[in-house]
């Protein structure tokens, strides 16, 4: 059986390097919303898709991306919708994206939080209970786009609340922590990184976004 080894850098403070080695090929699952989706944009530019690509690329199998996500999802309604996929625990990378639809929404940070957190643990069990085959991705910031501009200040504020909260229980529980959000507010400087619809982020912004978790993963 041929095997692997896959680097994987903790991109948050006080956590070390962590390394795991799993039989190819690995299952990928993506978890999220609209920007795990790749809402306006083609299905190959979405950053999963072009994720697998670059691990196919640098010579490791992987099998997928499988994606649970839908546009407007908040964390509950992702839960309900991991718990009725019935998925196994099998998967060699998981990723976690959610949170920007409790902003949209009003929903405040104290009940995004709880339930952000029962969300990443339910990626580690279904990464094998393996913590270091997970990783989180922050909230964009919409504000920085057409559709967001006449509220970016109010936006920006929240996603910086949300943001530091998935941060704090990432870190907790020892998991990666990938912040693109600083790349997502070049999108009112530079059109090019927003889609079609202005609003999410075009092919080239998730590009940069596959950059950045690549080079946290190793790959």
Same mark, same amino acid.
Request: no cysteine; hydrophobic share 40%; proline share 5%.
């Given at each position: 059986?041929?095997?692997?080894? =896959?680097?994987? =850098?903790?991109?948050?403070?006080?956590?070390?390097?962590?390394?795991?080695?799993?039989?190819?090929?690995?299952?990928?699952?993506?978890?999220?919303?609209?920007?795990?989706?790749?809402?306006?944009? @083609?299905?190959?530019? &979405?950053?999963?898709?072009?994720?697998?690509?670059?691990?196919?690329?640098?010579?490791?199998?992987?099998?997928?991306?499988?994606?649970?996500?839908?546009?407007?999802? &908040?964390?509950?309604?992702?839960? $309900?919708?991991?718990?009725?996929? *019935?998925?196994?625990?099998?998967?060699?990378?998981?990723?976690?994206?959610?949170?920007?639809?409790?902003?949209?929404?009003?929903?405040?940070?104290?009940?995004?939080?709880?339930?952000?957190?029962?969300? =990443?643990?339910?990626?580690?069990?279904?990464?094998?209970?393996?913590?270091?085959?997970?990783?989180?991705?922050?909230?964009?910031?919409?504000?920085?786009?057409?559709?967001?501009?006449?509220?970016?200040?109010?936006?920006?504020?929240?996603?910086?609340?949300?943001?530091?909260?998935?941060?704090?229980?990432?870190?907790?529980?020892?998991?990666?922590?990938?912040?693109? $959000? @600083?790349?997502?507010?070049?999108?009112? @400087?530079?059109?090019?990184?927003?889609?079609? @619809?202005?609003? *999410?982020?075009?092919?080239?912004?998730?590009?940069?976004?596959?950059?950045?978790?690549?080079?946290? =993963?190793?790959?």
């Amino acid at each position: 059986m041929v095997k692997f080894l =896959l680097i994987f =850098l903790i991109v948050m403070p006080n956590l070390q390097a962590q390394t795991f080695s799993t039989t190819v090929p690995v299952k990928f699952l993506a978890l999220g919303d609209s920007y795990t989706i790749g809402e306006s944009v @083609d299905p190959k530019d &979405r950053w999963p898709e072009q994720l697998a690509t670059r691990i196919r690329v640098k010579g490791n199998k992987i099998d997928g991306p499988r994606i649970i996500g839908i546009t407007g999802w &908040r964390t509950d309604q992702l839960k $309900t919708a991991i718990e009725e996929a *019935h998925l196994a625990n099998e998967f060699g990378l998981v990723s976690l994206l959610i949170g920007v639809n409790n902003q949209y929404q009003k929903k405040t940070v104290e009940s995004y939080a709880p339930e952000f957190k029962e969300l =990443l643990k339910m990626a580690i069990t279904l990464a094998e209970g393996k913590k270091e085959n997970v990783f989180v991705v922050s909230i964009p910031d919409y504000g920085y786009t057409p559709f967001g501009k006449p509220k970016q200040e109010g936006i920006t504020k929240a996603i910086d609340q949300f943001n530091a909260a998935n941060l704090a229980i990432t870190k907790k529980l020892g998991v990666k922590y990938i912040n693109i $959000t @600083d790349l997502t507010r070049q999108g009112l @400087d530079k059109p090019e990184y927003v889609a079609a @619809d202005g609003l *999410h982020p075009s092919g080239k912004m998730y590009s940069l976004w596959v950059e950045r978790i690549a080079k946290a =993963l190793g790959i």
